[in-house]
Nanobody, 126 residues
């Protein structure tokens, strides 16, 4: 069993940056794939980014490519997501999720993740 806790959300102006962190406890993330998803009011859950711990294979959603960067922090047993050039459309609750034994083609699909954090709110507004 792995427990996930997100942090780093908040209010930022358009064009600004935030760094989210997903801290894991209970198990080391070695052998896991960790993903970030987001959900805005009235919208479906959207894939943002994912990283496979063992080989650092990464995936990004089309809407965040070139702006967001996902990385692992072995010392902290966490996964970070640096978000730059934020836009109002990025406003959502951001969730991190984890699963073991994931193939690359499954990394973008939330149904393959079985551990979820509680989420952190990101609001981009002037």
């Amino acid at each position: 069993q792995v427990e996930l806790v997100e942090s780093g959300g908040g209010l930022v102006q358009p064009g600004g940056s935030l760094r989210l962190s997903c801290a894991a406890s209970g198990r080391t993330l070695s052998g896991y794939t960790v993903g970030w998803f987001r959900q805005a009011p009235g919208k479906d859950r959207e894939f943002v980014a994912a990283i496979r711990w063992r080989d650092r294979n990464t995936k990004y959603g089309d809407s965040v490519k070139g702006r967001f960067t996902i990385s692992k922090n072995t010392a902290e047993n966490s996964v970070d997501q640096q978000m730059n050039s934020l836009m109002p459309e990025d406003t959502a609750v951001y969730y991190c999720a984890a699963a073991t034994g994931m193939i690359v083609s499954s990394m973008t699909q939330h149904i393959h993740y079985n551990y979820w954090g509680q989420g952190t709110q990101v609001t981009v507004s002037s």
